[in-house]
């Protein structure tokens, strides 16, 4: 099975191409050959690659950037997930969308369902909401999976965020009343290949729309705490970390207080789960910092 994941240095799409070997023929594409703010490079590439899927795992995610910029958030977060639906469609292939817990507007006591009702409060969270939309509208053979906090051993994230950090410091403030599911972004490519392969099996997808996040609650602080502590047991940087509200961090983007995800109906339909975050991140720091080690 030949699947097209968009991007090329993503930590969604390097863990797709890490995590299929054996599974899938994974072809990550990004720019220049397959540019989001330039549509027109889309349909070249189809017709090159061929993919009997397409996973959409790329996005402008810089959510404060957002705020400054929407017009080019809705033309990579929404047009071009809309003209990949529609393309795909003509190919008569399936789409996997991937999009985001800051769909919610985070003011729910519980993990919020795929039932919940959106309402999204930066301009990324409405972005990733109208491509979700876009994508149901332009290819019924679609599915949208929704996650959350993802960390990995690739580009950007809170986890070697923290790491950094804490090699040059000796405490760090962390925000303490923001509550999510950290996610090892192999959990979530494990999850989208189970979904894939239940595809190909089925003939479709038994709905369109999942969430699949790590399993456990946690805050920033709590995460970072975990970082340190996995990391310091090594003999790698550590940190004390102290709690702070978020109303001490000031933001251009107000960020969800509850990013809790059920995941659920993705472990009921695709016999999946991700793990546990304690167990997963501490799987990563381990990596990491043994890597840093050698």
């Known amino acids: 099975m030949k699947i097209l994941v968009t991007g090329t240095s993503g930590q969604l799409a390097l863990s797709l191409a890490e995590r299929a070997k054996g599974k899938a023929n994974i072809v990550l594409v990004g720019r220049p050959d397959l ?18 899927m397409v996973i959409n795992a790329a996005a402008h995610t810089g959510v404060d950037q957002q705020e400054d910029e929407p017009q080019r958030a809705f033309r990579i977060n929404a047009e071009a997930p809309a003209e990949l639906a ?33 309402n999204p409060q930066t301009v990324y969270g409405r972005s990733k909401l109208a ?50 599911n950290p996610t090892e972004a192999r959990d979530l490519a494990d999850g989208l290949l189970a979904a894939a392969a239940s595809w190909r099996k089925q003939g479709g997808f038994p709905q369109g729309l999942y969430h699949l996040a790590g399993q456990g609650r946690a805050n920033w602080f709590e995460l970072a705490t975990h970082v340190f502590t996995v990391s310091a ?62």
């Open 86 to 118: 529609r393309l795909t469609r003509l190919a008569g292939i399936p789409i996997i969308q991937v999009s985001t817990d800051y769909v919610f507007d985070g003011k729910a006591a519980q993990p919020y369902s795929e039932t919940d009702m959106p």
């Open 131 to 180: 491509g979700e939309e876009a994508v149901r509208a332009g290819n019924p053979d679609h599915l949208v999976v929704r996650t959350a906090w993802v960390v990995s051993r690739h580009g950007r994230n809170f986890v070697k965020t923290m790491l950094r950090l804490s090699a040059t410091r000796d405490r760090l403030q962390v925000v303490a009343d923001q509550f999510g």
């Open 233 to 294: 047991s090594l003999g790698g940087p550590s940190a004390l970390a102290e709690p702070v509200g978020s109303e001490q961090w000031p933001a251009k983007a107000a960020r969800p207080a509850n990013s809790q995800l059920s995941s659920d109906a993705f472990a009921r339909d695709f016999s999946y789960r991700a793990g546990e975050w304690r167990e997963r991140v501490g799987g990563l720091v381990t990596e990491l910092v043994g890597s840093s080690n050698r």
């Open 35 to 52: 540019d989001l703010e330039d549509l027109a490079t889309f349909a070249p590439v189809l017709k090159s690659v061929a993919p009997d």
